[in-house]
């Protein structure tokens, strides 16, 4: 067993993660991996910690994106307004589904998986190369 995850399983484990989230929580088609960027204007992440390492995994999306997915989340009409709280408090928790499943499938690689809080940001954040993107389909 070893002791830190290689890129790869890493990438794999998240990809299947918001996989199962969109799917199953959120009920959303299926996803599919992308190369493009677009602008992020609303997201959050949050940290796994297991006794050797640190993996922040997180959601981000245009702020109209962050709405739907709110709505979704919430089972909300587009008729009635979302404030920027009701948005954060979704998406994070959206993230914090995320990150359970991610923290379920990890037990098995590594031999404790910890989560941390989810952080909101309103804004653009920037992923260091390497970082991937997913989107629906």
């Known amino acids: 067993m070893s ?3 290689p890129l790869e399983v890493r990438l794999e484990t998240a990809i299947a993660a918001v996989h199962e989230v969109a799917t199953c929580s959120l009920g959303a088609p299926s996803i599919e991996q992308i190369e493009e960027e677009f602008v992020e204007e609303a997201g959050a992440y949050l940290p796994l910690i297991s006794e050797h390492e640190c993996l922040h995994v997180g959601l981000f999306s245009t702020r109209a994106g962050a709405d739907s997915l709110s709505r979704t989340l919430l089972g909300i009409s587009p008729e009635r307004a979302l404030s920027d709280g009701d948005i954060a408090d979704a998406i994070g928790e959206i993230v914090n589904i ?4 991610m923290q379920r499938a990890l037990q098995g690689e590594l031999k404790r998986v910890d989560l941390g809080l989810p952080v909101f940001v309103w804004g653009s954040s920037h992923r260091a190369s390497g970082g991937r993107a997913c989107r629906r389909r």
Request: glycine share 28%.
């Open 98 to 101: 995320f990150g359970g499943v």
């Open 3 to 5: 002791l830190c995850l």
